[in-house]
């Protein structure tokens, strides 16, 4: 059987995540920097036998979509109390 569960510290992983721009090979590339996720997703970084390092962008979706979630409550939550607040 398959167990589900909520994700829990979509922001604060999310957060400790910071977006680079790069150039590989002489070309702009934009991503994440392997290391620094490999800190809090660990099973979302591959290591090579060379020891080069790539994220697996796809395992990061579900903590976006959590996170966009939140935000977005927390939005609302603000927008009720100032628009209570105008009364």
């Known amino acids: 059987t398959t167990l589900f ?3 829990t ?3 604060q992983t999310v957060d400790s995540l910071r ?3 790069y150039l590989r090979s002489g070309k ?3 991503g994440v920097i392997a290391q620094e996720v490999e800190k809090v997703l660990p099973g979302a970084v591959k290591t090579t ?3 080069y390092k790539s994220v697996n962008y796809i395992m ?3 903590f ?3 996170t966009i979630k939140q935000l977005g409550s927390e939005v609302a939550d ?3 109390s100032r628009s209570r607040g105008k009364k």
């Open 60 to 62: 990061l979706i579900p």
């Open 78 to 80: 603000l927008k009720k």
């Open 28 to 30: 702009p590339e934009i």
């Open 64 to 66: 976006l979509i959590e």
């Open 5 to 7: 569960r909520s994700l």
């Open 9 to 11: 510290n979509a922001v």
């Open 49 to 51: 036998d060379s020891g």
């Open 19 to 21: 977006g680079v721009s």
